[in-house]
């Protein structure tokens, strides 16, 4: 298995990719890594034989428009996007920014076989556990049923192989439960889903049901996706700000934190949104990760993790299998 | 200045609107009271000249649908709604199901001259204390840019006069901050807020960015509108269930939360969308103010005052001339 790491287009620069890089590479002898970026800040992992460095001279930053893409060829992105135009790895892996790394996917990338659209998967954590995929999440300002009705199968197969759930239960989002609620599109949407047998619709969800785990796919327009998943991550990003400024502001406050300290800490490690390892993209002929652009080492590695697993479980034909 | 009030529709039965309106009219000897309801539950109403008791005998329950309007026209809520019809009262206020009273509204109360669509407006908490209204976060599953333009100068007439803010920050919610983001509809309201010289328009705003109180109003189309507003309301209901269990699950950290007991209070309550008094509805002729359903007499109150100040300041003239 082959996988295509871009080495410097997140915040952090290139040195927590090379430590993620080393300590994925000892842990699976089996898989080789091309990692593109600036040869002399990634000598570290030149004693690997399972490591190819390929030189790039550019960076693509988080600042810069997705037209950079077009213009930065020589970039770390685009070169490892370019190694899985080229049929050279089986998936590309990047904390850069999410605009640029999909319009790569999309300029470089097959897309699987009977998708129309490809679209970005985020995987958020929910009140018991299990997490939930929401799809899409802002790839597209307008889907088509047909297209969500793919989303829902792309979905699902991504639960079954990736995180190990028998039978998704999947969701639409919506203002409401009942069968005739949202636009036209929403409403022929929830149609094909309840037709389609290979997956296990279990009706519309609402925003406010969202976190609590009880479905394990959710099948969104673009729009309202993106508005959704940013809106989850600012109120909880606001909750946790206000906690502690609330509890530093009084002394007896101030003595609670330290004691519950643990506790606060453990929930702002569950309801971080950025160590979740950002959002994946799906519908490509290639297993597409991207990581969360802040990812410290462990983040980085937990990405190249999934992607490992995606090409392992053969996500990607077994999608175009349930597309069928 | 009159108003109508829907004694029966919530969660918590008359006991606490009659209470509301004891409190309320002992403050406010200048205005009338229409109490609809079971003339048996209001008989501690009848020593005060100021309030006027209406009989009804049904009751529009919560998990009713919205079709049971047509059907229980002696309902309290349809009776309240039919005074604010009859141009008995200047505002209507009910604590109860959403859905039913914006349809009692639409059916028998007139729009504000050239308002082509009402809306529902939310007030929610922010980071900063000052608030923010959300219009539309649900009434219309689709809307034209003409209408979304219409409900920025009602949010802003609204913020003006009642929240007494200046001049308000209108933002237009999408997802991205770039002019040329969204749909048609997103990218054609873009132009016409920026045209729109009765507002002070600040440009488009993510969906993480609602709680950071930076601008005063967004408009949102209903569908996005209301996705945003329940994923924010379900993100903190479960954040701060969390934290409770969390906290709760070791002696350290029970001993924390005692401690900081004051401040954690202080914050539920802060962000305790039920307490913020539900919703507005806006571009009707009369001031129509929806109570939470699970509201206590003190919030049923700040109900009342929010539409005595909407009568007293004129909010609806003024709408209809910022219309023009």
Do not use: W
Not at 2 to 30: P, R, W, Y
Not at 223 to 231: D, E, Q, R, T, V
Not at 285 to 299: L, N, Q
Not at 307 to 313: D, F, G, I, R
Request: glycine letters at 8%; proline letters at 1%; charged letters at 25%.
């Amino acid at each position: 298995m082959k996988l295509a790491i871009d080495a410097m287009s997140g915040d952090l620069g290139s040195s927590i990719v090379v430590e993620a890089c080393i300590h994925f590479i000892n842990k699976h002898k089996d898989v080789e890594l091309y990692v593109t970026g600036k040869k002399e800040e990634l000598t570290k992992l030149s004693d690997f034989s399972q490591i190819h460095i390929i030189d790039a001279r550019e960076v693509l930053t988080m600042s810069e428009g997705i037209l950079a893409v077009r213009r930065k060829k020589e970039s770390s992105m685009v070169k490892a996007m370019m190694l899985g135009k080229e049929g050279k790895v089986d998936g590309i892996v990047s904390c850069g920014s999410t605009g640029s790394f999909y319009t790569c996917a999309m300029l470089f990338l097959k897309r699987i076989e009977g998708v129309e659209k490809s679209c970005l998967m985020a995987i958020l954590p929910t009140y018991n556990d299990k997490g939930v995929a929401l799809l899409d999440v802002g790839a597209n300002a307008e889907n088509q049923a047909s297209h969500l009705n793919d989303f829902a199968v792309m979905g699902s197969v991504y639960s079954t192989l990736v995180r190990g759930i028998k039978k998704p239960k999947v969701a639409l989002l919506n203002i409401g439960t009942e069968e005739k609620k949202g636009n036209e599109v929403h409403q022929e949407t929830y149609q094909l889903l309840k037709e389609n047998d290979k997956i296990h619709f279990v009706g519309n969800i609402e925003g406010r049901d969202i976190l609590n785990g009880d479905v394990d796919v959710i099948v969104t327009d673009g729009f309202s996706g993106n508005i959704a998943l940013k809106s989850i991550e600012g109120t909880a990003m606001i909750l946790m700000k206000c906690i502690k400024e609330s509890m530093m502001s009084s002394t007896k406050g101030k003595l609670g934190a330290l004691l519950a300290k643990d506790s606060l800490y453990a929930l702002k490690d569950k309801f971080d949104y950025k160590s979740v390892g950002g959002a994946l993209m799906v519908g490509f002929e290639k297993a597409v990760v991207k990581a969360h652009g802040a990812s410290d080492a462990k983040a980085f590695e937990n990405a190249m993790e999934l992607a490992l697993k995606m090409v392992e479980q053969d996500v990607v034909f077994k999608m175009k299998e349930g597309l069928k």
